[in-house]
């Protein structure tokens, strides 16, 4: 087919341009309407806030992004313009400027209408708040590195200058570790070493939340028989009770929740929770998975204060299954305070001292104003509020994202974390990469920076190899303005090795825009 078989003539493209234009009014029309709904009820917190703004901004992205618009995107690159597809920061500019394209190829006269704005004056905002959140890059890189601190941090200033050195921009302590005393030397030690580069390294203090874990696990004897002779005495020989690894659960499997153990010897392994009460919020055929996912099971039977559970999802060889682990419940909602008595406590250190807080398990906005309460509480005079992080790790936080976004950045600044672990489990696996980008969407539509979090490089920081899926995921991670690794004896060279793959992912993409960098993997063409 000739290139000049696929033009669409001048008359057709008067045509489609007049009927597009048409279209589009009415949709900025609904939008609009829609989106003045949406800002009415947000009022009351965005009352003289700077973020007001941005809140706008992202009440018009949700209600453009309601309407199916597949069939104009379609036409409207058929005529050489915009179709809407990366507009999330400017959506009104856009949209205003799309309609006065078809207006001047529809016959209405010159182009008068508004043109979009540069991309860099709308990315101005949200960069603003990613440096003033995470940090600068000397060497231009858009999105900033977070990594976890280990507890040795504490006693080994040197980690934390390998990391700066690396390429780290911001630090994380994970607040669900190590006390005070720790907290305070790996603070100090990180603003020495940020001091000595010249730099300023934020520091990022995560609470632990009220994550849901199992307390007590039983393990009734006939699991016991399942465990080879040789590792039970190889047990016994080194002092250790087979008890304390758990019980192996394998598909088929069945086992107890309740709300204290029977202390009975039983055949069925009895587990209770650390909040007990959610065993009455399950009901038969809902899903619990245990340890991330490791373990599925489904509700069989519920009666007062406990519940039968049949495991549904495990590998081939089972898994084992100890206290302490993490439990999720999809699709239930939580209804349990956000900030725990642990957080508080670690809340009295953490004002004043860190430059951000991360909210785990937040999922109302009833959350986000306790933590800004809390906040407010403990802030010393004259000292500047840290940021909040929403970590969207649970169905019910995300959604509820947009309000809670909004509910945070009115009183100041905001980040959201895209806290993948938990989030996989409580959405389903198969959810995942379609909604970490519908998150990414949402926070640049409210110029909130967002953090993409879990398992970046987990094989390279921890066992010093990466997996090619491992490097495919750093690459993506870029589109976010902060990408956060986790502690591990590698994490420098995982540092390094991420620094550089964003600088090339630098080259060809901003956000959802790809720019037309030259290729270098070809050489000129030649004969064949």
Not at 106 to 133: F, H, K, S, W
Not at 186 to 191: K, N, P, S, T, V
Not at 223 to 246: N, Q, S, V
Request: proline content about 6%; hydrophobic content about 50%; some cysteine.
């Amino acid at each position: 087919m000739d290139q000049t078989d696929r033009a669409i003539s001048a008359a057709d493209a008067q045509g489609l341009a007049a009927e597009l234009q048409e279209r589009l009014i009415e949709v900025r029309a609904e939008a609009r309407a829609s989106a003045a709904v949406t800002l009415e009820g947000w009022q009351p917190a965005l009352a003289g806030s700077a973020f007001a703004a941005s809140a706008e901004n992202l009440a018009l992205f949700l209600a453009l992004r309601r309407i199916d618009l597949t069939a104009e995107q379609g036409a409207l690159a058929r005529l050489g313009l915009s179709s809407l597809g990366r507009s999330e920061s400017h959506m009104l500019a856009t949209l205003d400027a799309v309609i006065a394209a078809l207006d001047a190829m529809a016959g209405g006269g010159p182009l008068a209408g508004p043109l979009p704005p540069p991309v860099d004056a709308t990315r101005a905002v949200i960069e603003a708040r990613r440096d003033a959140l995470f940090g600068s890059e000397p060497t231009g890189r858009s999105a900033r590195i977070l990594v976890t601190l280990p507890s040795e941090a504490a006693t080994a200033p040197e980690l934390i200058t390998e990391l700066i050195a690396a390429g780290a921009n911001a630090v994380r302590i994970n607040c669900a570790h190590d006390g005070p005393e720790a907290w305070a030397a790996m603070i100090a030690f990180a603003r020495d070493a940020a001091a000595a580069a010249g730099r300023r390294v934020p520091v990022l203090m995560d609470l632990g939340g009220p994550k849901v874990r199992t307390t007590t696990v039983s393990v009734p004897p006939i699991f016991l028989a399942r465990e080879k002779k040789k590792k039970l005495k190889a047990l016994a020989r080194d002092g250790i009770a087979p008890e304390t690894r758990g019980p192996r659960l394998m598909k088929g499997d069945r086992l107890m929740l309740t709300r204290a153990p029977t202390g009975a010897e039983v055949e069925r392994v009895e587990i209770t929770l650390s909040h007990p009460n959610l065993i009455d919020a399950l009901r038969p055929g809902a899903i619990v998975h245990f340890d991330d996912g490791k373990l599925g099971a489904r509700v069989l039977e519920v009666a007062e204060g406990r519940a039968e559970l049949q495991v549904t999802e495990a590998r081939a060889k089972g898994a084992r299954l100890a206290p302490e682990k993490g439990v999720n419940l999809p699709g239930v909602d939580i209804d349990i305070p956000a900030l725990t008595e642990a957080d508080l406590a670690a809340l009295d250190f953490a004002v004043g001292r860190a430059d951000l807080i991360g909210y785990s398990f937040v999922q109302t906005v009833r959350d986000v104003r306790a933590l800004q309460d809390a906040i407010a509480e403990r802030l010393p005079a004259g000292a500047q509020s840290p940021a909040i992080v929403l970590k969207v790790e649970t169905d019910l936080a995300l959604r509820n994202l947009p309000r809670l976004i909004v509910q945070a950045g009115a009183r100041g600044p905001v980040a959201v974390m895209i806290a993948r672990g938990d989030l996989a489990v409580e959405i389903g696996l198969e959810r995942l990469a379609e909604i970490q980008e519908e998150i990414l969407w949402l926070c640049e539509a409210a110029e909130v920076p967002a953090i993409w979090a879990t398992q970046v490089l987990e094989g390279l920081a921890k066992e010093g190899f990466a997996s090619r899926a491992e490097a495919t995921d750093a690459a993506m991670s870029q589109r976010a303005e902060c990408v956060m690794l986790n502690k591990g004896p590698y994490a420098a060279q995982a540092v390094g090795f991420l620094d550089r793959v964003l600088r090339r992912m630098d080259r060809h993409q901003a956000k959802k825009t790809p720019r037309l960098a030259p290729l270098k993997a070809w050489a000129a063409p030649q004969a064949l």
